[in-house]
Every structure is written in C-alpha cells, then in structure tokens.
C-alpha cells in the first residue's frame, strides 16, 4: 500500500514539475535604456511599450527624454528578446475633471472626452500605436540602447 502512495505522490511531483510550474515558460529578455526625442528634444513624459510577436508586452516610463522601468513580467526585467514594434505616448498634464472652487455646477459641461480630463498628445497619433509609428528596434539578451527621435 505504501509503494503505491509513494508512486502516485512521485508522479503527481513529476507532472508538476514538467507542466512548467515556476514561469520557465517566459521569453527571454533584454535589458532596455535609451532616449526619445520629438523635434530635437527630450519627451519631458510619457510611457512606452515594446511588442515582440509572440511574447507578452513590455511597458516603460519615459522620464525628462529616458526610458526607465521597462517591465514585462517583474519591475524592470526588460523587454522580450527579438524585434520589437514601439509605440510611445506623451500628453500635457490633464486639467482639472471638476469644477472650480465656487463655479456654478450647472455651467461645468462633460465633454465626449472626458475620461482624459482635456489631456492633449504633445506627439502625432500615430506613434500611439505599435501598428502606425513605424517604430521598431531589436532587442536581444544582455543590455539594450534604444534611441528614438519622433518627427511630425
């Protein structure tokens, strides 16, 4: 009887073990710094996404024109390995979603926008989207440099 248990226990150890238990099924990353530009100067903010085909899509910040805290699966493990398609998105400081203190709440109007709260792209739309911005970059094992520089 107790071979028996001995056996099932190990099999079951086994299956856990070989259904991949513990993410070995990740991508490898690389780690990725750089900078963006648009007209010849630092994006002051905004974030940044890299897709590889396949993988799970890795997200950053941009900060004074720095790409920092690229994560895809822990806080800035990188980005998976191959060629990337980007997107980046910067917007001014969104506006106030309230009223001024002491307005008349019957003059505040929701526009068809309001969720963004009147935040305007400071970059062309299209590199909002990996699909449209045309940007990629190939990311491999070990330390990555990207450097972007938008234009109109």
């Known amino acids: ?14 299956l856990i073990v070989s259904s991949g238990c513990g993410g070995s099924d990740r ?7 750089g900078t963006v530009n648009y007209r ?3 994006i002051k903010a905004g974030t940044i996404i890299f897709e590889v085909p396949g993988a799970r899509p890795a997200t ?6 720095k790409i920092t805290e690229v994560t895809t699966h822990d806080p ?18 969104p506006q106030s979603a309230a ?5 008349d709440p019957g ?8 969720m963004d709260s009147g935040a305007q792209s ?13 940007l990629t970059a190939e990311i491999k094992k070990g330390e990555n440099t990207v450097t972007l520089d938008l234009k109109d």
């Open 1 to 14: 009887m107790r071979s028996v248990q001995g056996t099932v226990l190990l099999c079951v150890a086994g």
């Open 122 to 134: 400071l970059i062309p739309p299209k590199y909002n989207n990996t699909a449209s911005s045309g």
């Open 60 to 65: 950053g910040k941009i900060v004074d024109g």
């Open 99 to 103: 009223p001024a203190a002491g307005a």
């Open 40 to 42: 010849g100067q630092p």
């Open 76 to 93: 800035n493990d990188g980005v998976p390995v191959g060629t990337a398609k980007i997107a980046v998105s910067a917007a001014q400081a």
């Open 107 to 114: 003059s505040y109007k929701v526009g068809a926008n309001y």
């Open 27 to 33: 991508a490898p990353l690389g780690k990725v710094t």
